[in-house]
């Protein structure tokens, strides 16, 4: 899920896989400490997404959604290698 920052609020969507699911969410600081809510929706379901950061853009908590589902979840910042196009010159 590519994550788009503007101030505290977070938007994105799945990438490597099949989902029309969006993403919508806030991170909050204070204290050192740093707690993530998302909200993820689609035409038929929905899910509130709770944690806390535990390492530099990796969070962990409990994932709650309609129909009574419910499970852990955790969400890390992934870089992928990208080869420029350019060469770079000496």
Known sequence: ????????????????????SIFTGEIYTARENSLITLTQYDK?????????MVNHNHYVGTWFASGNLSGDF?????????????????
Do not use: C, Q, W
Request: proline fraction near 7%; hydrophobic fraction near 25%; aromatic fraction near 8%.
């Open 44 to 52: 038929s379901f929905y899910a509130i997404h709770n944690g806390h």
């Open 1 to 20: 899920m590519p994550r788009k920052f503007h101030h505290n609020k977070i938007s994105g969507e799945y990438t490597e896989i099949n989902n029309d």
């Open 74 to 90: 955790e969400l890390k910042k992934s870089v992928k290698n990208i080869k420029s196009p350019i060469k770079p010159t000496l």
